[in-house]
C-alpha cells in the first residue's frame, strides 16, 4: 500500500505513486463578473469612439441632408444693406466762383486753369498771381481757401477738381466765394472723367453692402 493511501482505504480507492494529484481551484464567480462587465463596457466604448470618428467625416446628420460639401455652419440672418448716409446739400458747380491765383513762378498757369474750370461748369472770378503771404509758400498741388462754412460745401466740391489740395478755411463770411491757389507741385488738374466720378461720389454716396458670415 503507498503511504498516499490514506488508513482505511484499499481496493479501488488505493492510490499508488508518489505524487498528489493536482487540483484545480475553482474560479470566482465575481471575478467572471467583473471580467463581463469590463468587456462590454470596452466594446461599447469602442463603438461611441467609431460613431464620433463617422460624424466628423461625415459632416454628422445635419451635413448629411444638406448634401455633399455641407459644413457644419450656421448662417446669421442677413442684414440688410446698410442705408446710405444722408447726404448734405451741396452746392452745384455753377453755384461756385473760383478765384483762381498762382502760387509759382510758373506764368500762365491762374488763365489756362480758370478756363478749364469754367468748361467744367464753375463760375470764375479774379485770375492773377496769389497774395505775399502764399506766393511762392504753398508746397502741393493746391491750397483751396474758403469760408468756415465752405469747409463741408464749396470747398470739397472744388475739391474734386485738383486731387491732393489742401482745405483751409479763412476769415471771409461769403461761402460760395472760394480761392484756387496753385501750388508748386502742381501740374494739372485731375482728368475730367476722374473729377465727375469723384463729385458724384461725394453728391450721391452709395450704401455700404452687408457681408453675411457664420
Not at 168 to 175: G, M, S, V
Not at 178 to 200: H, M, N, Q, W, Y
Request: aromatic share 4%; hydrophobic share 35%.
Amino acid at each position: 500500500m503507498s503511504m498516499l493511501t490514506p488508513p482505511g482505504m484499499g481496493g479501488k480507492y488505493r492510490i499508488t505513486g508518489d505524487k498528489y494529484p493536482r487540483m484545480r481551484r475553482g474560479r470566482s464567480r465575481p471575478r467572471i463578473v467583473l471580467a463581463v462587465v469590463a468587456s462590454v463596457a470596452a466594446v461599447g466604448v469602442i463603438g461611441w469612439g467609431s460613431f464620433q470618428l463617422v460624424d466628423v467625416f461625415t459632416g454628422g446628420d445635419k451635413a448629411n441632408a444638406a448634401g455633399p460639401g455641407a459644413t457644419h455652419c450656421t448662417p446669421k440672418p442677413r442684414t440688410s444693406a446698410t442705408p446710405a448716409p444722408t447726404a448734405k446739400k451741396l452746392p452745384a458747380p455753377g453755384g461756385i466762383t473760383v478765384n483762381v491765383l498762382n502760387a509759382t513762378p510758373r506764368g500762365g498757369l491762374a488763365k489756362k486753369t480758370a478756363d478749364e474750370l469754367k468748361k467744367r461748369g464753375f463760375r470764375i472770378g479774379e485770375v492773377g498771381n496769389a497774395t505775399k503771404e502764399y506766393d511762392k509758400k504753398v508746397k502741393g498741388t493746391g491750397l483751396l481757401l474758403g469760408a468756415p462754412a465752405a469747409t463741408d460745401a464749396a470747398l470739397p466740391v472744388l475739391g474734386t477738381q485738383l486731387a491732393g489740395a489742401e482745405l483751409k478755411a479763412d476769415a471771409r463770411d461769403k461761402a460760395t466765394e472760394v480761392d484756387l491757389i496753385i501750388g508748386t507741385a502742381f501740374k494739372e488738374l485731375s482728368p475730367r472723367a476722374a473729377a465727375d466720378k469723384s463729385l458724384a461720389a461725394l453728391t450721391h454716396p452709395k450704401p455700404t453692402p452687408s457681408r453675411s458670415s457664420c
